[in-house]
């Protein structure tokens, strides 16, 4: 079994594509990924890079995926301490690491910026490791 963490950008692109994930691999998450989400989705109407209809239906297939949400205070607190150690201002993608180093195998995303910023801390996999 493979644990991956997966930011707001990968499950909106994995419901867009409706992907269906293979048995033996886990996605998790921080439990702050549905707001993020909708907000990604609502931005991305009012930009006009899609319908409302088809934010809709993202949010609605996202809703749907096996994502376990996890949010508890060890969480909080490793996630303070990557904020710390990395002199960020706040702690939302250090959710997502601290997760990774608690609980997962690698990180997704498609931040490219954070991924290069972590990738001593935490193992980057592409989006293909989910298939």
Do not use: C
């Not at 998450?29 to 009012?46: D, E, I, N, T």
Request: negative net charge; hydrophobic residues 50%.
């Amino acid at each position: 079994m493979t644990r991956y963490v997966i930011g707001p950008d990968v499950a909106i692109h994995l419901a867009g594509e409706e992907a269906v994930i293979p048995d033996g691999h886990h996605m998790l998450a921080p439990m702050l990924l549905r707001s993020q989400m909708l907000s990604l989705l609502y931005q991305a109407v009012h930009r006009g890079e899609m319908t409302k209809e088809d934010a809709e239906r993202r949010l609605f297939y996202a809703r749907g995926m096996r994502i376990r949400l996890l949010e508890d205070h060890i969480l909080q607190n490793a996630a303070w301490q990557v904020a710390d150690q990395l002199g960020w201002s706040d702690t939302f993608d250090a959710e997502y690491v601290a997760l990774t180093q608690l609980e997962a195998d690698a990180l997704i995303t498609f931040d490219r910026q954070l991924a290069d910023t972590v990738k001593d801390l935490v193992t980057v996999a592409p989006i293909e490791a989910l298939f």
